[in-house]
């Protein structure tokens, strides 16, 4: 996979191709992943600084959640931006390291340059985004949108057929939980239908805290969501997790 990912990536980066993908088998394709029909699309887009067990098992809640909620399976993929509203650019050599962490875990990620979710929404509709109460509550921030606005941002998004699933995050500087109904206290009435809760999901594990050797984290979980050559496989199932010393 490493040399068919670096070039594919050299290229990206040129802006010769629009988006790549590292399928859940661990192939590299440029594009996007194919629809499987009669199934939604779950988005959990994100930096993945790196890829950790809390990432995993949200995405297994997510999942689950849009089973409970319409009666059908799902189907899950990473999204990972290049760019970043707040955060700047990724290196070539970050770029290469964080896609390669995925097929370990039977998962596929699509590589974009798309900090915002309007775009994110227009590459990759009809999906549910998969977010943190920190991210839903830069979705509900007045300003990255300028004139345009929140409610009419929101309209765009809602009419792409896209929606999002919130769950709660230990937030580390300020030492204490942010539940999703804090999270989307701006949110629009008019548009408080767009957002899912995962009311129950609690797992404290963060990047910045692995990055910084504070804790350890070793994720095992194989999802087995989108490979392009096998049938969906279930994960995880756990939902409620007590935070980790």
Do not use: W
């Amino acid at each position: 996979m490493g040399g068919q990912l670096m070039a594919l990536i050299t290229r990206f980066l040129a802006k010769e191709i629009e988006t790549l993908y590292v399928a859940g088998d661990g192939r590299v394709n440029p594009g996007i992943p194919p629809r499987m029909e009669g199934r939604r699309l779950i988005c959990f887009p994100g930096s993945f600084n790196p890829l950790h067990t809390g990432h995993l098992r949200l995405a297994a809640a997510a999942r689950d959640i849009v089973y409970q909620n319409s009666g059908k399976e799902a189907d899950l993929i990473f999204e990972m931006s290049v760019s970043n509203a707040d955060k700047g650019e990724m290196s070539d050599d970050s770029v290469r390291g964080r896609l390669e962490q995925f097929p370990k875990h039977g998962a596929t990620v699509v590589l974009t340059r798309t900090p915002l979710y309007v775009d994110k929404a227009r590459l990759l509709a009809p999906c549910d985004f998969v977010v943190g109460a920190d991210t839903a509550t830069r979705i509900l921030d007045p300003k990255y949108y300028g004139q345009v606005g929140v409610a009419a941002t929101l309209d765009v998004i809602r009419n792409l057929d896209c929606g999002f699933i919130v769950a709660g995050r230990y937030d580390t500087q300020a030492q204490a939980f942010v539940n999703v109904d804090n999270a989307l206290a701006n949110a629009p009435i008019s548009h408080r239908d767009m957002f899912s809760t995962l009311s129950k999901f609690r797992y404290d594990i963060s990047s910045t805290e692995i990055r910084n050797n504070l804790i350890q984290d070793s994720p095992t979980t194989f999802l087995g969501l989108h490979s392009l050559d096998s049938s969906f496989s279930s994960g995880e199932k756990e939902v409620d997790e007590k935070k980790k010393g």
